[in-house]
Each structure stands twice: as structure tokens, then as C-alpha cells.
């Protein structure tokens, strides 16, 4: 007998009955969309929960990071990283700019601060980083290197919901940060999306922009999108918000099993962030030389195990075609490329039985010993 499929994530969801309390007074209200209520609270409740001043709701993280882009006005060149989804640079392209992308460190697999100012031209207007599973960048070293060179400063910060470092919230740094509600993510509307921005001002611009740039009846400041965040997407993150710590709670349980049962397989290397309030959004792995077999073996091992874990990142966005044509695309990303060969995330969601983080775990094993 086959046994049951795990995926690398299953959506929390809330108990129905506080959602379905919600449905019941937009049906009342007939107000669906366009800053609802709804909206209105659930962007103050989440701004206060998040510890951060200003935010803008989205229908998706995706609309989230075009915005935040087009938001800050930017020309030429962004330097991003090749290790991330599609999001990321898509959005550079979205906005007729150039990504340049420059290699990660080895540690926590986010861009490499130490080799952005090489990658720096005459066109470099920002750099678009990812706070990857949740692990913060080198917010330090990027926001000097920022100042010196006069660029805007965005995080993809789709993995980073709640994350906090020594000084508080990761999503307070640079200039904006952009976090995903997607169903598969730590926090979930459903889809959705934000970006959390440091003034009113940009704030305002951001209202502007995801209302299809309209700034009045009659007016239009620049063609944005149509970008708004529904009440029944609000009302979800609503009812998710009250439980939220609960499931973290319970991923880090999850976490804590895998590193303990992982800690003496040879070849297998858990990644470790240095957030001081993690979100247990990921579960990544290296498959090293050490392993006995490749990643892409085991990936596949597992599968007919009916456990699905999956390659983030793999392959580089640099490999894409929609990228491989660029000049910084024929880079040697020393460490991205290896990284990208060798990593898996397992999965990981608040109510992964133990008995089967043990069965995926002893199915690592069993490849480990032959
Ligand atoms: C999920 C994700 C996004 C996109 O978010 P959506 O809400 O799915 O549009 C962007 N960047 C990264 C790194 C992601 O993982």
C-alpha cells in the first residue's frame, strides 16, 4: 500500500467558523473591495502586529513587488540575487529595468554584500535582495553600500513574515520590504500581499499605484495596476492573524525534530538562520558531496515515497531564458550554482505529524547508509 503523499506545505487554515463570521458581515455590507473595512482593519491590526509604521495591502506578493518598484521610480540596473523564485526578477522586468545578479553567500544563501560594489555601473539605481526562507540579509552592509552609491534598497521578503533581528521587525530596513500571504507561505489570505514602507507619504503613493494609479476621479499620477486587496482576503488574514503565533509555535516544533534527526546523517547540512525571532517558514537542506547519492536522486527517492520535497531554489534565475541573455547572467556564481544543485527543502507546516517527519527522515537515512 502506497503511503499517504506529504507535501512540502499544507495552507493553515483557520477554524471556519471565525471566517464564515466575517462572510457574514461583507454579505451584510455588500462592500467587497476598493479599502473596505475589512481592509482598513486588517491593515492596521497586521501593521501593529508586524512592529512596523506604515503598510499597503495587495492582492498578491507579485503585484506587491512591481509596485514597490515602480514606486521608487527607478532606471537601469537593479542587482539582485539568481537564487530566489521568479517573482523576484520578474517584477525587475516588469518595470523595463535591467537585474543584474551578483552571487550569494554561502551561508545563508542570500546575495553576498561583499560583492554587490563590483556589480555597481553608472546605471545602478537599487538593489533587490530576498531575506531567502526567512534568514535576514546583511541589512547592515547593503544599507552602507546603499549610501555610498545613492541606490534604493528593496527586500523580497515573501519568506520574512514576523521575522525579527537584534533591532526588531527584519522588515523595517531599506527602503521598502515586500511580504506574500500566497497559500504555501508562513501567513496566508488565500493570495496576498504587502509592502511595508518607512513614511505616509510612500504609503500614499503605494494606495495610489495599486488603484491603478488613479489619484482622483478624474486624475491619473502614473498607470499603476490594479493591485487592491479584497474584504474576503482581508477577512481571512484577519481570522489568520489571531492564530498565527500558535503556528509558528508549532512549525518551530517541527524544526527542532528535523535538526535532532538529521544532525547525525552524514552528508545532509541543515541551513540555520540568525534571525532571534525565526519564522520556521522553510525547512532547507544541502545534499553535499558527503551524501551517497545527488540531490535529484533523492529528490526523486523521496517522491516514490510519495514525500514531496522541492528544489528552492533550483534552477538559477540566471539559467532562465526569459534571463540567460544578460550581460551578468554568464557569471560563475561560485556558490549560487552548487547551492542550487544541492538544495532541497523538506517539508514543514504547523500540523506535520511526527510520525511522519520520522518517516521522511528515515527516508534520508536509509539513502544515507547504502
Ligand atoms: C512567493 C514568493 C513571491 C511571490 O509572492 P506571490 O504572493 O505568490 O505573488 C515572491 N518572492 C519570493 C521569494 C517568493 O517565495
Excluded at 503598510?55 to 503585484?63: D, E, I, N, Q, V
Excluded at 503556528?247 to 541551513?271: F, P, Q, S, W
Aim: a negative charge; proline letters at 5%.
Amino acid at each position: 500500500m502506497q503511503n499517504k503523499p506529504i507535501y512540502v506545505t499544507m495552507p493553515a487554515l483557520p477554524p471556519l467558523d471565525e471566517f464564515v463570521h466575517y462572510l457574514e458581515g461583507i454579505w451584510s455590507r455588500r462592500v467587497l473591495t476598493n479599502q473596505g473595512p475589512l481592509h482598513q482593519e486588517f491593515e492596521q491590526l497586521l501593521a501593529a502586529y508586524l512592529e512596523v509604521p506604515h503598510l499597503s495591502l495587495f492582492s498578491s506578493g507579485t503585484a506587491a513587488l512591481v509596485t514597490a518598484l515602480q514606486a521608487l521610480d527607478l532606471t537601469g540596473e537593479v542587482i539582485t540575487t539568481p537564487f530566489s523564485f521568479v517573482a523576484t526578477s520578474n517584477a525587475i522586468m516588469w518595470n523595463g529595468l535591467t537585474p543584474v545578479f551578483v552571487d550569494i553567500d554561502p551561508d545563508t544563501l542570500n546575495l553576498d554584500a561583499t560583492q554587490i560594489e563590483q556589480a555597481i555601473t553608472p546605471k545602478t539605481t537599487a538593489i533587490l535582495a530576498v531575506h531567502c526562507y526567512g534568514y535576514p540579509c546583511d541589512t547592515s552592509e547593503i544599507g552602507a553600500i546603499a549610501t555610498r552609491h545613492g541606490l534604493k534598497v528593496i527586500y523580497d521578503a515573501a519568506h520574512a513574515f514576523g521575522v525579527r533581528d537584534g533591532n526588531g521587525s527584519i522588515l523595517k530596513h531599506g527602503d521598502l520590504s515586500v511580504v506574500s500571504f500566497h497559500a504555501t507561505k508562513v501567513f496566508n489570505t488565500f493570495e496576498g500581499g504587502a509592502v511595508i514602507c518607512g513614511s505616509a507619504e510612500l504609503k500614499s503613493r503605494l494606495d495610489q499605484l495599486k488603484n491603478f494609479g488613479l489619484a482622483s476621479e478624474t486624475e491619473m499620477a502614473s498607470p499603476g495596476l490594479n493591485g487592491k486587496m479584497s474584504e474576503i482576503n482581508a477577512a481571512m488574514g484577519l481570522v489568520q492573524l489571531r492564530h498565527i503565533n500558535d503556528a509558528i509555535t508549532a512549525r518551530k516544533v517541527v524544526d527542532a525534530r528535523y535538526r535532532a534527526a538529521l544532525a547525525n546523517v552524514r552528508g545532509i547540512r541543515c541551513l540555520e538562520g540568525s534571525a532571534k525571532a525565526p519564522n520556521f517558514s522553510y525547512f532547507p537542506v544541502l545534499i553535499t558531496d558527503d551524501f551517497p547519492i545527488s540531490r535529484d536522486e533523492l529528490h526523486a527517492l523521496l517522491k516514490e515515497e510519495n514525500i514531496y520535497a522541492r528544489r528552492y531554489f533550483y534552477p538559477l534565475l540566471c539559467d532562465l531564458g526569459a534571463y540567460s541573455h544578460l550581460p551578468s547572467a554568464t557569471g560563475d556564481f561560485g556558490v549560487a550554482r552548487p547551492s542550487s544543485e544541492r538544495i532541497m527543502c523538506l517539508p514543514i507546516y504547523p500540523d506535520l505529524a511526527w510520525h511522519d517527519v520520522d518517516r521522511i527522515v528515515a527516508t534520508i537515512a536509509k539513502a544515507a547508509a547504502v
